[in-house]
């Protein structure tokens, strides 16, 4: 029986092959890999078995149930519906497929799928043998087969969690589209200098969203905004995203007018599907952005029911507060001290000119809780000001999916209120599933919570969403290494550090997790990359380096390069966090100090604390008694 915790690929039985090739491509079964011509195909685990389960049974219907027994077994706690969609999604890029063209796999409503291409098998000790693409009657499948779903029904574990970001496949069998909105480009000075185009891109991702979840997906801002200055081959897009369909466009602002352009490009064949031009007031921009969206889903869906066309009719907007908030939104997503304070100025200043703006109420919101974790302000009064926005922003819209994270968040951060943060999230994403933020948000909290494989299924999630983002990768590495599963947590990391190879934190869990696996000298290389990005993390660089050090049989050389720590003029003048010395403290046995440094961290309302219970550099204090205290604190004890 395999470990719930494995993520090796799903292997042929010994009488079958181990390569399958089909058209360009060829799977190997054992190394759980894809290529084309030779060259790899990016392929997440998860989809990988999927696409060999449908392979090997080429021209056989292959059942919903069927695929969730072999690939993910009977007592997954998974949403299947999810996982499987995301798996399509993800195959169909990878084979440069579109779900209407059924080149390699047809979708047969409410029966399951079937791999049409014609498949070549490479047998283990012969050459390669054709295996066509013929229907196999149910009742001639292999022995083999019934005795592999029994055994699931048994309770054949899981593989690797499910890679999920898409709702269920809906009822009538149309696939799910799956696209990225490319930033909109700036025409003219004024747009340039109000950053319209980002407005545009971040709404647009927004808008589309909303419409019909469980059949158009989108892919986050974060991912979207890394392509703003240069525009990628769309092959290489189709194939790093995930995605079918490609949206891109410009905006030209003159003269309290705008104009739009936009147009959707089908990724397999580069074909040009959609084109248009609006011309509106610029006061009507979002009845102007919200028809643009729905022109869009239809031309990828073709046809839209009423009740994703159902919209709370769009309000004229004063033109400036429009500007200051498109401007608000661009200093924020610069996530520095000097970006929140812009920020904030900005949100404010939409807020005077129109107090009925919930948009710039939520924008003062995120602008209080960005702060909050700067050195430069006070987290309660922050976090203060943060709620009374927040409040203030769900009273005029109840539908602002921003803030309801906002609020679900400072829920979690301010008042350690577990439930109401839970419902906050979840409404949220209701509102907007393509906040990758939000659900990576959720799944902190679900850690916190010692619920670890939902805090995975999350982190999923928000990975999916935004597969370019190195912060959701590295979440998503973070989650499997609280879980206990190092191996899967370092292939996440590196995956963090090939998208961003400066990333600090990165490096910090890909050196955690070697640790795990006894590779102390390989962790402290890690540790020290980490430490040269970024000084700002020394505390925590040097509590790891020092457990690294332990490990490699250096103690005496761990325990100076602590004390160094505690020697310098920034420990002395108290410019580290109450929980990164508490951290130390303990690494040092001084627990007295380091508890009295928790419960000072609980008052001062710094974020790090809530991560007491799974924080490896807090290992020395978890075992102390004095930490139901600081658990109750915190109410994740009764």
Known sequence: MTSPHTSQPLLPAPDEPRRLRFGRFEADLDAGLLSRDGTPVKLQPQPFKVLALLARRAGQVVTRDEIRLEVWGQDTFVNFDQGLAYCLNQIRGALGEQAQAHQYIQTLPRRGYRFIAPVTAVARDSGPVPRMAAPVAAATRPRRRRVLLTACAMGAALA?????????????????????????????????????????????????????????????????????????????????????????GTVRSEEGRVRVTARLVRVADRAQIWARTYDRDLKDVLALRARVADDVARSVQGTLTAGETLRRAARPVDPEVYRLLVQGRY??????????????????????????????????????????????????????????????????????????????ALDAIDGYDWAAAERGYRRALELNPSDAVAHQWYSLMLCIQGRQEESIEEARRAYASDPASPVMANNLAGMLLVSGRPAEALTQAETAIELQPDY??????????????????AALQAFDRAAAINAEDRPRVTIFRSRALAAAGRPEEARRSLEALMANDA??????????????????????????????????????????????????????????EIARRLRLKG
């Open 504 to 521: 600090a934190r990165g490096h910090l869990i890909r050196g955690e997790a070697l640790l795990m696996q006894g590779q102390a000298e």
């Open 160 to 248: 690797a969690l499910v890679t999920v970001r898409s709702l269920p496949t809906p009822a009538s069998g149309n696939a799910r589209t799956l696209m990225v909105v490319l930033p909109f480009e700036d025409l003219g000075t004024a747009a340039a200098a109000d950053h319209l185009g980002d407005g545009m891109t971040e709404e647009m991702i927004t808008e589309i969203g909303h419409i019909s979840p469980e059949r158009i997906g989108v892919i986050s801002r974060g991912s979207a905004m890394r392509y703003k200055h240069a525009r990628p081959d769309l092959e290489a897009l189709g194939r790093d995203l995930g995605v079918s369909h490609v949206l891109e």
């Open 331 to 408: 200093f924020w997503h610069r996530r520095t001290p000097e970006g929140f304070r812009k920020a904030l100025a900005l949100f404010e200043e939409a807020s005077r000119r129109d107090p009925t703006s919930a948009a710039a109420f939520a924008g003062i919101a995120q602008s209080w809780i960005g702060l909050a974790g700067t050195r430069g302000v006070s987290p309660p009064e922050a976090y203060r000001r943060g709620r009374e926005a927040v409040l203030r922003a769900l009273e005029l819209d109840q539908d602002l999916a921003e803030a309801h994270a906002m609020r679900a």
């Open 571 to 628: 420990w002395r003048e108290g410019r580290y966090g109450f929980y990164d010395r508490a951290a130390v403290l303990g690494q040092v046995g001084r627990s007295d100090e380091a508890f009295e440094a928790l419960r000072r961290a609980i008052d001062a309302r710094e974020g790090g604390v809530r991560f007491v219970m799974h924080d490896p550099a807090m290992d020395r204090l978890v075992g102390d008694p004095r930490i139901e």
